[in-house]
């Protein structure tokens, strides 16, 4: 087929220009060359030097699909019309996630196919009109087999048997499940050709008799977050309890006001006695002095200087051995970063260099408040390469009471020094915790921070099945000493973090989820660390997500969800953090959120089993985040690391044996699994 004109060939690509638009224009080709169900070709090219002609010939072809025993074929594919974007249009804005959602929603009862949704308002909302239904394509594996090529069904509706559609009223009118507000309805029992264990349902969606989505099986895994690391704040010694057991390093920060570069005794004199008390043996002290970005550089590195020789000369005053030293300075920009996360000032600071920003920070404009942001990046971190030596049995026997007479003397600095390592020695089993929650604390200003600790402690320690009627024994605690002394930060954000255990526990729902997040947000002009309050406010927005999907409120829900996307993928996570909130994105049907976390730790030569054979399960769903060609070497990779797992992906209860449509995947399969 062609066309008749003479044309003057001058290069090889004129040549497969010609032969390409003379197929193309060709009034029957259209119909072949386009038509997915052939997918083998045979291309045979001839010269004729005589007539100065060139003869191309493409053969299209497939293996011919067999109807099973007792089958029937409706060649009209039961009147259901092919896609349209006009009436499909609306579902796939509305509801892109669908292919997710309803992968795994096919299952057998007593002989009966069942289709199963989990939220009967949502099911009502996609099934809106008449017409509007849901059939069946029983796809087998045989199709795929690895003796053959793949044989498919004619048809721009079904590769397999479809099964008669059945409509939105007899879904509605069938349903087992309608006072629990969710979808069980059977679809009609097992046809007898149907081998369960080699068969699976392609689920159609139909729209005004047309069919939108073609939603093929899929295991996808998932698992949902009540909340992600939420811990209360105590005000203890900054010092870890024991060294590293790797690097042996002790950290602490001291803070410095504006423009100085001494500090306050009583920042660092708890420290300095928890050294003694714990019996670590130093080796080496790091000391990195920060200043916070604004003024001029040359002034900063001066300013940075004498912070760290004012912390270095009062850790060896301390009657400390003379040890290695070693001394960094440098602008805070790290945190001043950080601080500004979920700040009204994030968004367009963000955008600009650090002269820019220096520009601005140092200007006398009236338009940003950026001091708040400014004082944390103040301070010296301190490393200390240490070797401890382990407290003995006597130590840990009188920690109890020295805290009991350090209240009584009313020594509440050496208090806290005591508090801190009698909550280490529980964790050690050296001391038990009844022991600890017996003690009583007086209710003074002096004293709030021993009881908030005491109140973090009990939340930590304190053994009830009733974890509410704790939680709101420890708000009222909190709220008691909040009375004592209203202006004490740690309190405030305990009394929100209890708040928020509550709701993600349903026990105390919240009834305007937007006064919490004013209060969360409040805390970022309070003395607290900026990655505590992000992690408040994640938390905030993983609960409020499925309390907006509860109410119906999906626009909030929206706008939480990809809160949460925010925060979490400007962190700095770990394997196990990657592949859990991973899964929490797979949950709530964020597909592209979970593959975009988990594609740069795929793509690592050493990363495992578990989390590259769970990224290949969830990576097929976009092909323009993972394409084909990805694809194939993810799948490569995983098959030299387990093959036996590899051979079993392709089909119940991992990934659909549909995938071996594509023949290069059908080919590193077939070469490795027949």
């Given at each position: 087929?062609?066309?008749?004109?003479?044309?003057?060939?001058?290069?090889?690509q004129?040549?497969?220009?010609a032969?390409?638009?003379?197929?193309i224009?060709?009034?029957?080709?259209?119909?072949?060359i386009?038509?997915?169900?052939?997918?083998?070709?045979?291309?045979?090219?001839?010269?004729?030097?005589?007539?100065?002609?060139?003869?191309?010939t493409?053969?299209?072809?497939?293996?011919?699909?067999?109807v099973?025993q007792n089958?029937?074929?409706?060649?009209?594919?039961?009147?259901?019309?092919?896609?349209?974007?006009?009436?499909?249009?609306e579902?796939e804005?509305?509801?892109?996630?669908?292919?997710?959602?309803?992968?795994?929603?096919?299952f057998?009862?007593?002989?009966?196919?069942?289709?199963?949704?989990?939220?009967?308002?949502?099911?009502?909302?996609?099934?809106?009109?008449?017409?509007?239904g849901?059939?069946?394509?029983?796809?087998?594996?045989?199709?795929?087999?690895?003796?053959?090529?793949?044989?498919?069904?004619?048809?721009?509706?079904?590769?397999?048997?479809?099964?008669?559609?059945?409509?939105?009223?007899?879904?509605?009118?069938?349903?087992e499940l309608?006072?629990?507000?969710?979808?069980?309805?059977?679809?009609?029992?097992?046809?007898?050709?149907?081998?369960?264990n080699?068969?699976?349902?392609?689920?159609?969606?139909?729209?005004?008799?047309?069919?939108?989505?073609?939603?093929?099986?899929?295991?996808?895994?998932?698992?949902?977050?009540r909340?992600?690391?939420?811990?209360?704040?105590?005000?203890?010694?900054?010092?870890?309890?024991?060294?590293?057991?790797?690097?042996?390093?002790?950290?602490?920060t001291?803070?410095?006001?504006?423009?100085?570069?001494?500090?306050?005794?009583?920042?660092?004199?708890?420290?300095?006695?928890?050294?003694?008390?714990n019996?670590?043996?130093l080796?080496?002290?790091?000391?990195?002095?920060?200043?916070?970005?604004?003024?001029?550089?040359?002034?900063?590195?001066?300013?940075?200087k004498?912070?760290?020789?004012s912390?270095?000369?009062?850790?060896k005053e301390?009657?400390?051995?003379?040890?290695?030293?070693?001394?960094?300075?440098?602008?805070?920009?790290?945190?001043?970063?950080?601080?500004?996360?979920?700040?009204?000032?994030?968004?367009?600071?963000?955008?600009?260099?650090?002269?820019?920003?220096?520009?601005?920070?140092?200007?006398?404009?009236?338009?940003?408040?950026?001091?708040?942001y400014?004082?944390?990046?103040?301070?010296?971190?301190?490393?200390?390469?240490?070797e401890?030596?382990?407290m003995?049995?006597?130590?840990?026997?009188?920690?109890?009471?020295?805290?009991?007479?350090?209240l009584?003397?009313?020594?509440?600095?050496?208090?806290?020094?005591?508090?801190?390592?009698?909550?280490?020695?529980?964790?050690?089993?050296?001391?038990?915790?009844?022991?600890?929650?017996?003690?009583?604390?007086?209710?003074?200003?002096?004293t709030?921070?021993?009881?908030?600790?005491?109140?973090?402690?009990?939340?930590?320690?304190?053994?009830t099945?009733?974890?509410?009627?704790?939680?709101?024994?420890?708000?009222?605690?909190?709220?008691?000493?909040?009375?004592?002394?209203?202006?004490?930060?740690?309190l405030?954000?305990?009394?929100?973090?209890?708040?928020?255990l509550?709701?993600?526990?349903?026990?105390?729902?919240?009834?305007?989820?937007?006064y919490?997040?004013?209060?969360?947000?409040?805390?970022?002009?309070?003395?607290?660390?900026?990655?505590?309050?992000?992690?408040?406010?994640?938390?905030?927005?993983?609960?409020?997500?499925?309390?907006?999907?509860?109410?119906?409120?999906?626009?909030?829900r929206?706008k939480?969800?990809?809160?949460?996307?925010?925060?979490?993928?400007?962190?700095?996570?770990?394997?196990?953090?990657?592949l859990?909130?991973?899964?929490?994105?797979?949950?709530?049907?964020r597909?592209?959120?979970?593959?975009?976390?988990?594609?740069?730790?795929?793509e690592?030569?050493?990363?495992?089993?578990?989390?590259?054979?769970?990224?290949?399960?969830?990576?097929?769903?976009?092909?323009?985040?993972?394409?084909?060609?990805?694809?194939?070497?993810?799948?490569?990779?995983?098959?030299?690391?387990?093959?036996?797992?590899?051979?079993k992906?392709?089909?119940?209860?991992?990934m659909?044996?549909?995938?071996l449509?594509?023949?290069?995947?059908?080919?590193?399969?077939?070469?490795?699994?027949?």
């Open positions: 087929a062609g066309s008749s004109t003479r044309i003057t060939l001058k290069t090889y004129d040549v497969a220009t032969i390409a638009s003379a197929w224009s060709a009034k029957e080709s259209p119909d072949v386009f038509n997915s169900g052939y997918y083998n070709v045979g291309t045979s090219v001839m010269v004729d030097a005589k007539s100065k002609k060139i003869v191309a493409q053969v299209y072809g497939s293996e011919p699909f067999i099973p089958a029937k074929i409706d060649k009209d594919d039961y009147k259901i019309q092919p896609y349209s974007a006009d009436k499909c249009g579902l804005r509305n509801y892109p996630y669908l292919p997710e959602l309803m992968s795994d929603n096919i057998f009862k007593d002989g009966q196919i069942y289709f199963y949704f989990h939220d009967l308002e949502l099911f009502k909302s996609i099934m809106k009109n008449g017409n509007d849901i059939a069946l394509d029983v796809i087998s594996r045989n199709q795929f087999s690895c003796e053959t090529g793949n044989r498919l069904y004619p048809s721009k509706i079904h590769k397999g048997i479809l099964l008669p559609p059945l409509s939105k009223s007899y879904l509605l009118g069938k349903n309608k006072d629990d507000g969710q979808v069980e309805v059977s679809l009609g029992p097992i046809p007898d050709f149907v081998d369960t080699n068969v699976e349902f392609t689920l159609l969606i139909i729209q005004e008799g047309c069919l939108c989505q073609t939603i093929v099986y899929n295991s996808l895994g998932g698992e949902n977050l909340s992600l690391n939420l811990d209360f704040i105590m005000d203890t010694l900054s010092v870890s309890n024991q060294a590293d057991s790797i690097l042996n390093r002790l950290s602490f001291v803070p410095f006001e504006r423009g100085k570069s001494d500090y306050k005794m009583a920042d660092i004199k708890p420290f300095l006695d928890s050294l003694s008390l019996r670590y043996d080796k080496k002290i790091e000391i990195i002095a920060y200043s916070s970005i604004e003024g001029r550089e040359k002034e900063n590195m001066e300013l940075q004498k912070r760290a020789n912390i270095l000369k009062a850790i301390y009657k400390l051995q003379d040890v290695e030293t070693e001394i960094k300075t440098e602008e805070n920009w790290e945190g001043f970063y950080n601080s500004l996360k979920g700040s009204p000032y994030e968004p367009e600071i963000l955008k600009l260099s650090k002269e820019e920003i220096k520009k601005i920070v140092n200007s006398d404009t009236l338009e940003y408040n950026l001091e708040p400014l004082e944390d990046q103040r301070q010296a971190k301190i490393n200390l390469t240490v401890k030596i382990f003995d049995s006597a130590l840990y026997n009188v920690l109890l009471e020295r805290f009991k007479k350090s009584k003397t009313k020594d509440y600095t050496k208090a806290k020094v005591y508090q801190s390592f009698i909550f280490s020695a529980v964790k050690k089993g050296k001391i038990a915790p009844a022991e600890v929650l017996a003690i009583e604390i007086p209710h003074l200003k002096q709030v921070a021993l009881n908030n600790n005491q109140i973090a402690f009990r939340w930590e320690y304190f053994k099945q009733n974890r509410d009627s704790l939680n709101k024994y420890l708000i009222r605690d909190v709220q008691t000493q909040q009375v004592v002394d209203p202006s004490n930060a740690y405030e954000y305990n009394r929100i973090l209890i708040k928020l509550l709701w993600s526990e349903k026990f105390d729902r919240e009834a305007d989820p937007k919490l997040l004013k209060d969360i947000k409040a805390l970022y002009n309070r003395d607290i660390e900026p990655h505590k309050i992000h992690q408040l406010l994640l938390n905030y927005h993983i609960v409020s997500a499925d309390y907006y999907y509860e109410v119906k409120k999906f626009r909030e929206d939480s969800l990809n809160e949460v996307k925010k925060i979490l993928l400007q962190s700095q996570l770990n394997r196990d953090q990657t859990k909130i991973a899964n929490y994105f797979m949950f709530q049907m597909i592209d959120w979970a593959i975009e976390l988990m594609k740069p730790w795929a690592k030569q050493k990363i495992d089993e578990e989390f590259l054979f769970t990224f290949l399960t969830v990576a097929i769903y976009n092909r323009e985040l993972v394409t084909p060609k990805e694809y194939q070497q993810f799948m490569i990779r995983a098959k030299d690391m387990n093959q036996a797992r590899f051979c992906l392709f089909g119940y209860p991992n659909s044996f549909q995938l449509k594509d023949l290069s995947v059908k080919e590193i399969y077939c070469n490795t699994c027949k």
